[in-house]
């Protein structure tokens, strides 16, 4: 794709999850402050809490009941169970991102408009509103690919919701295994993103903004994030906190790293 192009930054992340309850309390553990649950619109079919850190964010996400919308990640729990399986890139302009992708050979849904109710407290509640567009299945390797356009930020960055125990305030990126670096290759290559080799460990390096995504060649292994990576504002409040929730968890070279939860390691850095 042109260099003219400006890589989106990432949005937020998916994390499907076979059951929203157990998985909210396994996060909570790990010293997340969560979103209360929120339930989309009977046609998407889905619910959530979310991970808000300063610019970007986590989703915990679960079907409900059986619609066009879900099908395809109700597939996903079906052949490979929980994980991480969604990227969504942050827009400014959905209509303009739409229009660049599918110029670039990437097959993706028109930008389609809906809300969720936030609840703020005292049995109030706001609307956070959207605007997406999903890619058509197998656009990226082991990865649902979507775009947003946040209309109502204030209703989704509540300040309350970004402050964590262990202290993560941002996403850094993930590493996942592919079966074909050639082939993640060809398909990264149609949006906008910058694309290099690792020449140290022959590892392809997807850069979209502040985020970095790192790709190992499997062979006859199925695309998999392996790894979430994320910032803490202090390794000591985040070494804390996995403790206090009695949570399994490594330190290589000033690195946290947890045993897997719904399928994703997790690693907290400075």
């Known amino acids: 794709m042109s260099d003219s192009l400006q890589a989106p930054s990432i949005d937020h992340l998916v994390v499907l999850v076979r059951d929203l309850s157990t998985s909210s309390e396994q996060w909570q553990r790990l010293g997340f402050t969560l979103s209360p649950r929120g339930e989309h619109s009977a046609h998407i079919g889905?619910?959530?809490?979310?991970?808000?850190?300063?610019?970007?964010?986590?989703?915990?996400?679960?079907?409900?009941?059986?619609?066009a919308v879900n099908a395809e990640w109700r597939d996903l729990m079906a052949r490979t169970g929980e994980g991480l399986y969604g990227t969504v890139l942050?827009?400014?302009d959905i209509d303009a991102l739409y229009a660049m992708i599918r110029a670039h050979g990437v097959d993706a849904t028109e930008p389609m408009s809906f809300e969720r109710p936030v609840d703020v407290?005292?049995?109030?509640?706001?609307?956070?509103r959207f605007r997406v567009i999903w890619a058509a299945p197998g656009s990226l390797p082991g990865l649902?690919?979507?775009a947003c356009q946040h209309l109502t930020r204030e209703a989704v960055w509540l300040p309350e919701l970004c402050q964590h125990a262990n202290s993560a305030i941002g996403i850094l990126?993930?590493?996942m295994c592919v079966p074909d670096l050639a082939q993640a290759r060809r398909d990264w290559s149609r949006i906008p993103c910058e694309i290099v080799t690792d020449q140290s460990s022959g590892d392809l390096h997807i850069k979209l903004a502040r985020h970095l995504i790192r790709l190992r060649?499997?062979?006859?292994?199925?695309?998999?994030?392996?790894r979430l990576r994320?910032?803490?504002?202090?390794?000591?409040s985040c070494r804390h906190a996995l403790a206090r929730g009695d949570q399994g968890f490594t330190e290589r070279h000033h690195v946290l790293i947890t045993?897997?939860?719904?399928?994703?390691?997790l690693a907290f850095s400075e």
Do not use: C, W
Request: without cysteine; glycine residues 10%; neutral net charge.
């Open 46 to 67: 889905t619910a959530n809490h979310t991970i808000m850190l300063r610019r970007d964010y986590l989703e915990l996400l679960v079907t409900r009941g059986e619609t």
């Open 90 to 92: 942050s827009t400014p």
């Open 121 to 128: 407290g005292a049995g109030k509640t706001i609307p956070a």
């Open 144 to 146: 649902k690919l979507f």
């Open 173 to 175: 990126g993930y590493d």
């Open 217 to 226: 060649e499997q062979p006859g292994r199925a695309a998999r994030v392996l």
């Open 230 to 236: 994320l910032q803490v504002a202090s390794l000591s």
């Open 259 to 265: 045993e897997p939860i719904n399928g994703i390691e």
